[in-house]
Structure formats: structure tokens, C-alpha cells
T-cell receptor, first 114, second 113 residues
Framework: AQKITQTQPGMFVQEKEAVTLDCTYD???????LFWYKQPSSGEMIFLIY??????QNATEGRYSLNFQKARKSANLVISASQLGDSAMYFC???????????FGIGTKLQVIP | AAGVIQSPRHLIKEKRETATLKCYPI?????VYWYQQGPGQDPQFLIS???????DKGSIPDRFSAQQFSDYHSELNMSSLELGDSALYFC????????????FGAGTRLSVL
């Protein structure tokens, strides 16, 4: 079975500072994909970044980067230069290879303070 | 760029009624997924379709059914609605490429009274 663990129910960060959202996962599949999604209060689910289990380099997408430590089974999201619009719920998710369904963690609520 | 379109955005139903949710995937995406997100919870996978065939199934109640049509749009049919069905229902779509990134629609918020 696959499991995603997000241990930070809520986080605060000052505007323009960087913040790391933690995510650990558990799977027996050697091939898998890791995702981060953002859910603002309006409810939509926005894809942020993807990391494949065989990718050699950490994924980056603009101000988002994924700190992938395969041996530790962690996939932390780093947001640089936080903006007020970054205030949202952030979900870490995983899709094992050969499967289509994505398993989500319980999310971390991030609040950016002016 | 075109995104996943879901309709309606909001739906209010009475107990024991029926609801139909529609999803139009991103053009050229061949796989559609349905998720249910209860209040304060993470999304839970319901069902997926690849090339109009059911490809994976999660915790979808027997009262729910879904299908994907020839134009790739999908519908989630929910019958005998219960109070506990009140949730945000997401549709997502992807291609069958290796990365298989699922892009989500804005969701349909269903309230069962």
C-alpha cells in the first residue's frame, strides 16, 4: 500500500522568505511519481511540480523546487520568496508506477504574513 | 491553455435524489479521473477511464457510476444521494505518457440537504 505523510498541519511564513513543506512517502514500487498540488480557499486543485523516482535531479518550477531524498523517502516542497498569494493548502501526492490513482497526504495549510 | 472543465460548479440536491456531474478533459488527454474531497479532507480516488474503458477503481460507492464517452468527456452519476455525499468532486485528466501528470478541474461542490 502507498502512504503519504505530511506532518505539518499549518505553517506560517513571512512574505518574501522561503518555506519548506515536509512530505514523506512509503511505497514498495521501484517506479513512482511524486506531485505537489496547491489548493487555494476557492477550492481548485493546482498542479505545482512533479518528481519521478528515477529522475537524477531535483525538480524545479519557477519559485517551487522539490527536495527529493530517495533514500529517506522524502519529497519536500520549497517555496522561495513567498507571496501573499501562496497562502493555501498544499498537498503532497504519489502515483506508483503501473497505477493511475494518485494518493494524497492530508495537506499543510500555509499562511503568508505581510 | 485549455484546462479541465467541470459542470456544474455548484449543485444542491435533496436526499435520495440523483446527480450527474460532467467533465471535459484537456484536449488530447486520453485518461480521466474522478476524486471526492470531503470537508477538511484530502481527495480520495473514485474511478478512472483510459480510452473510454474503466482503468482503475477506488472507493466508489455502488450508488455511483461513471463513463467516458466517444468525445472523451466523462460523467459521474450519483443516485440515492446521502448527506455524506456532500463534498467537492474533482475531475482530472492526463495523457498516458510516463510522467502522467494529472491536471484537475475546478471541481463541483455538491451539497445534499
Amino acid at each position: 500500500a502507498q502512504k503519504i505523510t505530511q506532518t505539518q498541519p499549518g505553517m506560517f511564513v513571512q512574505e518574501k522568505e522561503a518555506v519548506t513543506l515536509d512530505c514523506t512517502y512509503d511505497t514498495s514500487d521501484p517506479s513512482y511519481g511524486l506531485f505537489w498540488y496547491k489548493q487555494p480557499s476557492s477550492g481548485e486543485m493546482i498542479f505545482l511540480i512533479y518528481q519521478g523516482s528515477y529522475d537524477q535531479q531535483n525538480a524545479t518550477e519557477g519559485r517551487y523546487s522539490l527536495n527529493f531524498q530517495k533514500a529517506r523517502k522524502s519529497a519536500n516542497l520549497v517555496i522561495s520568496a513567498s507571496q501573499l498569494g501562496d497562502s493555501a493548502m498544499y498537498f503532497c501526492a504519489m502515483r506508483p508506477g503501473g497505477y493511475q490513482k494518485v494518493t494524497f497526504g492530508i495537506g499543510t495549510k500555509l499562511q503568508v504574513i505581510p | 491553455a485549455a484546462g479541465v472543465i467541470q459542470s456544474p460548479r455548484h449543485l444542491i440536491k435533496e436526499k435520495r435524489e440523483t446527480a450527474t456531474l460532467k467533465c471535459y478533459p484537456i484536449p488530447r488527454h486520453d485518461t480521466v479521473y474522478w476524486y471526492q474531497q470531503g470537508p477538511g479532507q484530502d481527495p480520495q480516488f473514485l474511478i478512472s477511464f483510459y480510452e473510454k474503458m474503466q482503468s482503475d477503481k477506488g472507493s466508489i460507492p455502488d450508488r455511483f457510476s461513471a463513463q467516458q464517452f466517444s468525445d472523451y468527456h466523462s460523467e459521474l452519476n450519483m443516485s440515492s444521494l446521502e448527506l455524506g455525499d456532500s463534498a467537492l468532486y474533482f475531475c482530472a485528466s492526463s495523457t498516458s505518457q510516463v510522467r502522467n501528470i494529472q491536471y484537475f478541474g475546478a471541481g463541483t461542490r455538491l451539497s445534499v440537504l
